[in-house]
């Protein structure tokens, strides 16, 4: 490598750990590719050095960010019963225990150093049963020197795959509980356990949230507009409630219970869902070579089957009334996770080819015998490929706001997002790594700064964006669950894209339909069509909206596939 090209790649790197630091700095990333041109591999003397930016993102994270929750063993659990017996457990539940708790063997009562835990937890269990499943969060002592542990318990269905990997066996009268062991994630429903295990008040719940967050307290009494003194008194009565003595045993326990919060999907009365209230669970199937493919299943199971793929940052998670409206329509849709996002383990071999054989086995194993297929944005590949593979058994596909694998017309390069996806295609070695920071730095208000600069070239995404202020909160927690375990299937795709520029439609023998924005510069309704060649059937293009076409007209979209 010349010394020019190597200090244009010094120079990614070094924009790299910039945005580690501070992801709002994402867009100088355009132009330090621009200058890196078009390099398919990683220089050698790169990839230390980009693996060192995760370890700036980590490190920066500030609390009210990531990490997104990732997976069961990103958290410890035992499983109990009624009577304190161990079922089953993870490796992190037992290193907690072994390391400042006591002992613990499964088939036997789980033991504690200290009998008054021993006693917290029957009663949590109690208190928990007498809830009809709610959660219970649990204080339990390690010591003066290592001050308290918190967790939580609450029924073993509450998080799934767990009960069932534990083969649980039980009698009639019994049931399983989880005991929860906490790292370090953040989620609304916090607040609300902790109001109900502890009986803070309001004005105690503000107040740890603003020591949670970093303030002092001199802060929190300007930004609450109160006095220091009340809040002194107001901390008094967290500690006495919560059986602290010292500020940073509360902010550390706080940190800690985050994760557990946002791991539970159970809705108790009074707690803020992460998901939308009436999304379904997210199950899933085995494929043949023994990886998870998840998915939600929506509506009515004897309802007409619309398989819907989501867009490049996406889950399974469907706007806010998709279940209601399926059922009212009579459809099932069936959402999947493609390999590597949200709960799907992720492929050796990503392509649209793949995504589509998966997608096949789905269809297979939930024995749909036809099929309507709907995608948005950067599912659209993997969507019509899908429909190829199915042959007679796919009834159409409805492609919103589609993007086909070809590169943007120059005249949209203005827009930051499409700009930044064609630079970052052409430098595959950088991709992993931007999307593993991303995943480790995200949080609402990154999702909602890093949407509102993507609308700026359509008054209609803006307005829109404007005037629904629950979108926000949607688009961040489907963004979200994409990366909830991990960033694999965001970059796979990313790559996906660049290889696929020779695939083609040809074989394409259902109707096919397009409906598509008219201030689309994110996804350019021409390049699409460019593509499609004559294989829609019909194009519809929508006024007045560019890229989210297709939440603000998705009663519409629904209606259409239930026509």
Known sequence: MDDTKSANVALVIETMYQVAANPDSWQQLIDALADAGDLQDMPPEAAQDMARSQDVARLTARPEEGPIPAGRNDIGWIVLSSRRKV???????????????????VGAELGFDDPGNAEALTRALAQSRAQAGGQTILRLDRGEDDGPCFAYVAPARALPGVADAAAIELADDDQAYALIFPAVEETGRLWSSIRESFGLTPAELRLARKLRDGRSLKEAADELEVSVNTLRNQLRAIFDKMGLKRQSDLIRALTQLSSVASAIEIQTPGMIPLASADAPPVVAITLRDGRRLAYRDYGVPAGRSVLIFHEGLGSSLLPPGAQGLACELNLRLICAERPGFGQS???????????????????DQLGLSEVRIGAILSGAPSALQTAIRLGPRAAGVLLCSGRPPRPVSEIHHKNPLTLFRSRIENNPWVIETFYAILRLRMSAQLVERVVRGSVG??????????????????????????????????????????RARNLTVADLACPLEVWHGDQDVFAPLADLLDYLGDKPREVRVVPGIGHLMALKHWDEVLRRAAA
Request: aromatic share 8%; net charge negative; charged share 25%.
């Open 87 to 105: 079922l089953a457990a993870n490796t992190l539940a037992r290193d907690v225990m072994a390391s400042s708790l006591g002992r613990m063997k």
């Open 345 to 363: 383990d992720p492929s050796p071999d990503y392509s649209f080819d793949s995504v589509a054989d998966d997608m096949v086995e789905l269809c």
């Open 457 to 498: 070239g359509s008054p209609g995404d803006a307005a829109y964006f404007d005037e629904n202020a629950h979108i926000a909160s949607y688009i961040a927690t489907y963004v979200g669950e994409a990366l909830a375990r991990t960033s694999r299937g965001a970059a796979d795709e990313v790559k996906a894209f660049r």
